[in-house]
């Protein structure tokens, strides 16, 4: 929410609509209307957006605040986009969403790609390592996570310009 706000002064609706299931983000990450504007109002006490303005709404309902992202926010939404994601298993939402915004910002993320190569490759050698002390079960879910984390290395030495 707050890397959206970043981009731009907008409003809670815009980002509703970005964030709906048929939203340009919603395809990864979609954010019910309610959270939305309990996560701008969250940020906005933590002092990462504030109100610039507000904007009666053209069919006659409640005005519309224009937000901005403070200094503050502009500062902790580059350190987020940056940081690689932390565990194996949220690539899919969080490591994607990082790219999705980037990409918007023309920004480059060859950087968190790197980063974010960096981090599991450790993680892949322990499972490697897990693998040839299991059995059973335990070798099974060992395996499904090896295979899970190869192929994530392989999607970003790809997105790296690897193939």
Known sequence: MLCLVREEPTYGLVLVGRLDRNGSLGQIWSVPKATVY????????????????KQGSPKGGPARSLVEATAAGRAAAQAWLSTPVEHAGDVRSELMVKLALLDRAGSDSRVLIQAQRARLLPIA???????????????????????AVTATLQFLQALAGGS
């Open 38 to 53: 309990r996560a701008l109002q969250r940020l906005e006490q933590l002092g990462l957006i504030r109100t610039t303005g």
């Open 125 to 147: 050698a322990a499972l490697d390592d897990q693998l040839r002390a299991t059995t059973g079960f335990e070798h099974t879910l060992v395996l499904w996570r090896h295979k």
